[in-house]
């Protein structure tokens, strides 16, 4: 009799074991559901080019699944939904923060660009220079890399750094004389050198 109650009280908990866990498979099951119901709509939303309602849709998502696989996508959406909503202040934090987080993650170098150009757009010009110069010490052989030096030197230049704007000039003609920008990049340079009263030197680069 003792042996046929403790096989019963094993079978039973074993029988609890499996209800418990099956019970958790399905509730998994369901968030995991749920949570890519919610990532596809708000990515829905942001292709039909409602960026402000998407960017309302991503930071929820973020708030509902924090240990998401998607978490690192659903805040780099963010930060592009309110750029292109022109929510700058709000982009820049959102880009500021998936830097922060993930700064081994492969699209690291999207969301410094856009940080950079979310600093440009709010009229922070030196700021703004001083970020595309990091994009580009990061990235030195990016597809935009060059693009990221003229960036910078012109964000400088509006901001009222000639030095810095000559340095990211000189940079970029240097280090890439090939490029398709190089012309323009010699111009700046040139119309930087004027504003230094450097004008025999800033002829050079008109020739």
């Known amino acids: ?9 094993r ?50 998502f973020i708030i509902n699944f924090p240990t998401s696989d998607r978490l690192s996508d659903a805040m780099l959406r963010l930060g592009q939904a309110h750029a292109n909503a022109e929510e700058y202040e709000q982009a820049l934090e959102a880009f500021q923060q998936f830097i922060d987080r993930y700064p081994s993650n ?16 709010l009229g922070e010009y030196t700021k703004a220079g001083m970020a595309y110069q990091e994009v580009h010490a990061a990235y030195p052989e990016a597809e935009y890399a060059v693009q990221d030096l ?18 990211a000039f000189r940079q970029l003609v240097t280090k890439y004389p090939k490029s398709p920008l190089v012309n323009e990049a010699i111009f700046k340079l040139g119309s930087v050198l004027l504003q230094e009263k450097r004008t025999e030197e800033a002829l050079t680069q008109f020739r």
């Open 11 to 60: 079978s039973l908990t074993a029988g609890f074991c499996l209800f418990i866990f099956g019970i958790l498979s399905g509730i998994n099951a369901q968030g995991t559901q749920d949570e890519n119901q919610h990532f596809d709509l708000a990515l829905r939303i942001f292709n039909d080019g409602l960026y402000a309602n998407a960017a309302q849709e991503f930071k929820q």
């Open 150 to 167: 003229l960036s910078a030197g012109i964000n400088y230049y509006r901001g009222n750094a000639p030095s810095e704007a000559g340095t």
């Open 1 to 9: 009799m003792p042996i046929f109650i403790s096989a019963l009280k």
């Open 106 to 121: 492969l699209e690291v170098a999207i969301a410094m660009r856009a940080r950079a150009d979310a600093l440009n757009r």
